[in-house]
């Protein structure tokens, strides 16, 4: 199987003694970033709804931002991204085996970078899939990237000989990849909280768990979609009765 899972608007540069990849689309967020140096702070604020200081952050991140950084200007995706999901995650605590296992059957979907493995390497960044810039391809980076995220998710799973794509990835980021032109079954798992008997999905939560479903399938190397099932991480609990065939619900006491 293949996971695929959404970046963080959170960062942890925190030095990374662990050998990096270089990202396929490297070309292309370095085009994007140009792009982005040239918005004035105050489109780039408008952009993604940014506070003052977040707008002159990111318009320095995009300002410094390199064709050809050096190594101390970069971190591997998995281990920079620093938000809920990657608390679920957990990267850092993957042993060697996990991570090179990681580097063919996860991908980190990015509205600057278009795809990441774990190790590939990143300069620091904000930019978010949903965002309306517009380029030549188009008013949005959903233009901007067309069918091109879909056909890499394609080849990968040719590559690793698997029919099957587990989305742990946001509707926003997921929105990137479109299904005409997806030649995968997508499975996407649904977490939810259980309260006064109800259950509902509380997006902090689900976050994390997502984080913690693309570990689970990473941690114990997973090919077959029914193995999914067995996830348990949190206190959450495959409910049947709730699921659909690629919608499996996993549901915890709130």
């Known amino acids: 199987m293949l996971v695929v ?37 105050g489109k780039l604020k408008a952009l993604m709804d ?21 190594d101390a200007d970069l971190r591997p995706a998995a281990l920079a991204f620093a938000g809920d999901t990657y608390q679920g995650l957990d990267a850092p605590s993957l042993d060697e085996d996990a991570l090179h296992w990681a580097q063919d059957h996860l991908r980190i979907l990015s509205g600057l970078y278009g795809l990441l493995r774990p190790l590939d390497a990143i300069q620091p960044y904000r930019l978010e899939m949903g965002s309306r810039l517009k380029t030549r391809r188009g008013a949005s980076l959903y233009d901007y990237w067309g069918d091109t995220l879909a ?16 989305n742990c990835a946001s509707q926003e980021y997921f929105g990137a990849v479109p299904e005409t032109a997806l ?18 999905i509380v997006s902090f939560h689900a976050k994390r768990a997502r984080g913690a479903m693309a570990r689970f399938i990473v941690e114990n190397r997973l090919t077959d979609p029914e193995t999914l099932t067995g996830f348990d991480s949190g206190g959450y609990r495959f409910e049947p009765d709730m699921s659909e065939p690629d919608r499996p619900v996993f549901l915890r006491d709130a």
């Open 50 to 70: 940014l506070s003052d200081d977040l707008a002159k952050l990111n318009r320095d991140r995009f300002r410094d931002f390199s064709d050809a950084p050096s």
């Open 151 to 166: 056909r890499a998710l394609n080849a990968q799973a040719a590559e690793t000989g698997t029919d099957t794509l587990v």
């Open 183 to 200: 030649k995968l079954r997508v499975i996407t798992p649904q977490f939810m909280e259980l309260k006064d008997g109800k259950a509902r």
């Open 5 to 41: 899972i959404s970046p963080a608007k959170r960062l942890d540069w925190s030095e990374r003694a662990i050998p990096t990849t270089a990202p396929a689309f490297e070309e292309d967020a370095v085009r994007l970033s140009k792009t982005m140096r040239n918005l004035t702070l």
